[in-house]
């Protein structure tokens, strides 16, 4: 039963992330008929292409089953020429009946009577020859496409095939083939757009054509997001199956309803983020850069007063107590108005410092994953003559700044830390042996009855090692303590959940920013008490054993 409801989940996760992925498919080429149409009508503006996408929509659709069809059959095999045959010739027969409906019925009638002489002519015109080329490429950009994403679909026959590594599909290529095919579709998409953006200067009435074939860029990128995150499930899913893992049924939706809402959290961010600003890249680089000479100022500033303070004391202490007479006042100069430097609303410069920021951090995270996913390319781009100098360049860039950020996150934390501080809690140069247990505070006591332990331990043979944390040690120090069994302790106590114990009071005592109260205090010297006691008792066994 388990089986069978196992292999139901896996044929439902299948088809339903493979079907999704054809209509994203279908739309995506949508868009770049789109785009199409509208330089057909720059070029001819009688031509009327808009129900050319969602014909297109079906055609792809269309392509996408009919090659789900055809997935077990090839060119030669007659079962594959008659099924192409019958699916060219239905296209063909429905976009010329699509072309009657729209352009008026009665001109079948018209036509028919002409079909006997010149049938290629009446039938095949250039307006049906346009629209016929656009929907078959819609059908080869659809098949190529399901070509691919039917590779990394595999039913569960090939599946248990592959299981005993009889056969081994190359799902990976596969995904990287289509991967590369929709980029190149979507670069010869943005060229289209530059192309129709520079038409529509010199003509006013191309603006529309223009913000279309931009909406398209922007639908078919933001869908190609989502498809490549649904074969990165296919590809998972397998590897899940020949893995012997488990795959709830309702995995393939939920993975398409989060992959849709992160696209489009991701497209509303886009929308909302301003493309356009009064500040530009180097001006914010100034502004921050000039905001950081201020901070340095005023921080030096402040380092130098108490010697500047200093020294104008030593100073006034040699000054003459003769009073001396006053020069006549000189001509002040007239000094225009003090302007600052640079003048910017500051939700201006922050909205620009985001903008930059987001577009650099993309830019530099896109060539590192594409480098990273395009191993060879890395390795080449290594050979060249240059690569290790900028390479090394780089290594030593990082390395600085991040040695010069530990540095200052190290003294901004001690500089907090002593202002934070209050005149109790400052670190006292006593030891602990020689302490007052009384005279300190609950978190203090508790430290302090942890480094008495770690201290007896040391002397009786089990000290701490240097790169041991409180509870490696604490295991170790139970090991070490174990009585032999005609040993008691009385009283009797657990030593190891006493040890324990007291290594998590210390733990939270030392590393944690929690009041520690005088009962945790209590209970850490009582924890204490027991391990000494067992402590000697451990010492005075091993005395009467040798």
């Not at 983020?273 to 905001?291: D, E, M, R, V």
Request: glycine share 4%.
């Amino acid at each position: 039963m388990e089986s069978t409801n196992q292999s139901e989940a896996l044929r439902w996760n299948a088809r339903l992330a493979t079907s999704a992925s054809f209509i994203l498919v279908s739309i995506m080429i949508a868009c770049v008929v789109s785009t199409g149409v509208q330089i057909l009508q720059l070029i001819n503006p009688a031509f009327q292409g808009g129900y050319l996408i969602p014909i297109c929509i079906l055609v792809g659709l269309e392509a996408s089953s009919g090659q789900r069809r055809m997935k077990y059959y090839s060119f030669p095999q007659p079962e594959w020429i008659a099924y192409r045959i019958a699916e060219f010739t239905v296209l063909i027969i429905g976009l010329r009946f699509l072309f009657y409906w729209l352009n008026g019925i009665d001109q079948l009638w018209v036509d028919l009577g002409s079909w006997p002489e010149s049938f290629l002519e009446s039938v095949f015109n250039r307006e049906f020859m346009l629209a016929l080329f656009l929907a078959l490429f819609a059908w080869g950009a659809n098949h190529i496409l399901a070509e691919e994403l039917l590779l990394m679909e595999a039913d569960e026959n090939r599946l248990n095939v592959e299981m005993m590594g009889v056969e081994v599909e190359e799902r990976s290529a596969a995904q990287q083939n289509l991967r590369d095919t929709v980029v190149f579709i979507g670069s010869a998409l943005i060229l289209a757009t530059a192309v129709v953006r520079f038409a529509s200067r010199s003509d006013p009435a191309a603006q529309a054509a223009t913000l279309v074939t931009q909406i398209n860029v922007i639908v078919y990128f933001l869908l190609a997001l989502v498809l490549f995150s649904l074969t990165n499930f296919s590809v998972l899913r397998m590897s899940w199956v020949i893995q012997h893992g488990q795959i709830r049924k309702e995995v393939a939706s939920r993975w398409i309803f989060y992959g849709l809402v992160f696209i489009t959290l991701l497209a509303i961010l886009a929308s909302l983020l301003p493309t356009s600003y009064s500040t530009g890249f180097l001006t914010t680089l100034s502004y921050l850069f000039y905001g950081l000479l201020n901070v340095l100022r005023i921080l030096i500033s402040i380092l130098l007063l108490p010697f500047i303070l200093f020294i104008n004391w030593i100073m006034s202490l040699f000054r003459s107590t003769e009073r001396i007479e006053a020069p006549a006042p000189l001509q002040q100069p007239i000094i225009p108005p003090n302007q600052p430097l640079f003048q910017a609303d500051w939700l201006e410069v922050l909205k620009s410092i985001v903008f930059w920021s987001t577009l650099i951090g993309l830019a530099i995270f896109s060539i590192y994953y594409f480098l990273k996913e395009n191993r060879e390319l890395a390795a080449r781009l290594k050979r060249l003559p240059f690569a290790l100098e900028l390479v090394s360049f780089f290594q030593r860039l990082i390395d600085w700044i991040k040695r010069i950020n530990h540095q200052m996150t190290a003294t901004i934390t001690a500089g907090i830390e002593r202002l934070r501080r209050s005149p109790s809690e400052q670190p006292s140069s006593f030891t602990w042996g020689f302490t007052n247990p009384r005279n300190l505070t609950p978190r203090q006591r508790v430290i302090f009855f942890y480094l008495a332990m770690l201290r007896r331990g040391s002397e009786k043979g089990v000290p701490r090692k240097a790169g041991q944390t409180p509870y490696e040690y604490a295991q170790t120090l139970e090991h070490a303590l174990q009585l032999p069994p005609d040993v008691t302790v009385a009283p009797s106590v657990d030593i190891n959940e006493e040890i324990d114990s007291l290594t998590e009071e210390f733990v939270e005592a030392r590393y944690s920013r929690h009041e520690v109260t005088s009962e945790q205090a209590s209970l850490a010297r009582r924890y204490w008490e027991h391990i000494r006691h067992v402590m000697q008792q451990w010492l005075h066994s091993r005395k009467l054993n040798t």
